[in-house]
């Protein structure tokens, strides 16, 4: 569904992605893991068309979508969740929700989504800046299965979160997943990865280090956490 | 009483003139990130345009009404395609030199057709007189631009808040970048926002007329305090310029009444009052610190 072929990203002078490739099948949920400043959300915000020092090429189900701009590119169906959670401080937490389009076949209502997030319901008129940052966490979270995103780019879902609120992400991703929907994933947290995800990728300096499935990132567990500093 | 009463129906008209011209500064900063410098200027081709329709075609003021606030909303729209977008990827000093640039070549070429002196322009009959509030009366005139300017604002408000529209600029206001990832086109709607509030700056100028003295420099003297108006309302913020204009039109009205005695407070209030305020918020009073893109 997603291929990156020779992703190379700047800013400026500073490369930050070298040669990057990888590939996400439809169905599949594929995390991304690495340390700080590897280059992840960077990576993300090149797939969305969000970042103008890049060299490569980003397709979508087989189409070249590298030119494409990026309110484009959410038509095709991504959705992303950024690393910040993009909340508006002028919109409401309704507005936050309803202002992408619908883009794929199975948008959730917005009734859905405030019966699966009770507590953006309450907070439905107020700003969404004003909402925890676990209810920003759910807001960016509900935006892209509102808009019934094909595609979802989430950057560290589930950072700063309690354990609860991390088992919900996880139920949701796996319920996304049910329903067919595909979703690249920035995770640091490697048994949250292993529970959702199919595959993983390292990513190390700019470049992808390593290729792993679940067994392997579990039985190298201890190894990869020092590595990733955590 | 009466005269305080008669002071502070001054400052909320001329309020209302800031508050328009103001308001059109902060939609377009906030789409653009551009400070339109010009805005002086569609404000005095607003007033000249009422003027030249009257005086060589017999248009009245009512049609001009329509007429000049459209005709300079696409005049700025054509100007945002042309040079304007330009800016958005430039060092803020072109955006200071260019719509400055555009300032002095709008008010030269209506210099060079009509001269410096001030066209009288007639209030429209139906307007003319005066209204009895009881313990005062108001010229009607004055009474109609107040009523006319506060449901403008209160309509663009309504369009800002309520609306699809207005929730898409908000938001691509706010962050373009973000909100171009949700799939909205943000750059389709930075002509139409340029031009509307050139269309303001423009229909000010239509509303002022009558009552202020239509030459090419009339923008240029108004500006400087709208600019004032616009820091102090928070650069972009809607609101604020709104009730900052209406602010400071009362400010400058009291200032001037009661502080005459005493003409260069008088006549700086309204920087001082803004020098005040960034002091105490740098931001402005309803501005925000920006947000990341
Ligand atoms: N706006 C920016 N300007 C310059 N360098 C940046 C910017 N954003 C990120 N970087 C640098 O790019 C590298 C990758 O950042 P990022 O993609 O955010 O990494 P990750 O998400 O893996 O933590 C880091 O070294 C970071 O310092
Ligand atoms: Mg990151």
Redesign the pocket.
């Known amino acids: 569904m997603l291929r990156i072929e020779n992703l190379s990203a700047f800013?400026?002078e500073?490369q930050?992605?070298r040669d990057v490739s990888l590939e996400v099948s439809a169905g599949e949920v594929v995390t991304l893991v690495?340390?700080?400043?590897?280059?992840?959300?960077?990576?993300?915000?090149c797939v969305m068309g969000l970042h103008p020092g890049q060299r490569g090429t980003v397709e979508l189900d087989g189409r070249d979508i590298t030119r494409l701009p990026a309110h484009k590119r959410a038509r095709l169906g991504l959705g992303w969740v950024p690393?910040d959670r993009g909340s508006y401080a002028t919109l409401t937490v309704t507005e936050n929700l309803t202002l992408p389009p619908t883009v794929g076949p199975d948008p959730w209502s917005l009734e859905r989504v405030y019966e699966a997030f009770p507590a953006l319901h309450t907070r439905r008129d107020s700003a969404a800046t004003m909402l925890s940052g676990g209810e920003q966490q759910m807001l960016a979270l509900a935006r892209v299965l509102r808009m019934g995103a094909r595609l979802l780019l989430c950057?560290?879902p589930t950072e700063g979160l309690s354990p609860l609120l991390v088992q919900q992400v996880g139920d949701l991703l796996r319920e996304a997943k049910r329903h067919g929907v595909t979703v690249l994933l920035?995770e640091q947290n490697l048994h949250f990865a292993t529970g959702v995800a199919d595959r993983h990728y390292l990513?190390a300096e700019?470049r992808v280090a390593e290729a792993m499935d679940n067994s392997e990132v579990r039985s190298r567990e201890r190894e990869l956490l020092a590595y990733l500093g955590i | 009483m009466s005269g305080f009463a008669q002071n502070t129906f001054n400052g909320l008209v001329s309020g209302a003139f800031y508050a328009l011209l103001a308001l059109g500064l902060a939609v377009i900063f906030g789409m653009l990130r551009v400070v339109n410098f010009a805005h002086g200027a569609f404000y005095m081709l607003g007033a000249f345009g009422a003027y030249v329709l009257l005086a060589e075609a017999g248009v009245p003021f009512w049609a001009a009404l329509v007429i000049m606030p459209v005709g300079l909303a696409l005049l700025g729209m054509a100007l945002e395609r042309a040079v304007i977008h330009r800016l958005t990827k430039l060092d803020p000093l072109y955006n200071f030199l260019l719509t400055f640039g555009l300032t002095l070549i709008l008010q030269d070429l209506v210099k060079l057709r009509y001269g410096v002196q001030s066209s009288p322009y007639e209030t429209p009959s139906l307007l003319s007189g005066s209204v009895d509030f009881g313990l005062f009366d108001f010229p009607t005139y004055r009474v109609f631009i107040l009523g006319f300017a506060v449901l403008l604002c209160v309509a663009v408000w309504w369009v800002l808040t309520r609306t699809r529209i207005g929730m898409v600029v908000r938001a691509s206001t706010e962050r373009p970048d973000l909100t171009r990832a949700f799939g909205i086109d943000v750059g389709r709607w930075v002509t139409p926002v340029f031009g509307f509030g050139i269309g303001l700056a423009g229909l000010a100028g239509v509303l002022a007329a009558p009552m202020r003295a239509v030459n090419p420099l009339m923008g240029a003297d108004l500006i400087i305090v709208v600019f004032a108006v616009v820091v102090i309302g928070g650069l972009g913020s809607i609101f604020g310029s709104v009730a900052a204009g209406f602010g400071i039109g009362l400010v400058q009205a009291w200032g001037e009444a009661y502080l005459s005695n005493f003409p260069l407070v008088s006549q700086t209030i309204v920087f001082v009052v803004m020098a005040g305020v960034l002091l105490w918020r740098p931001a402005g009073l309803f501005g925000r610190e920006e947000a990341p893109a």
């Open positions: 800013y400026g500073a930050v992605l690495g340390r700080n400043g590897a280059g992840k959300s960077t990576l993300l915000r690393d950057d560290e920035v990513l700019g």
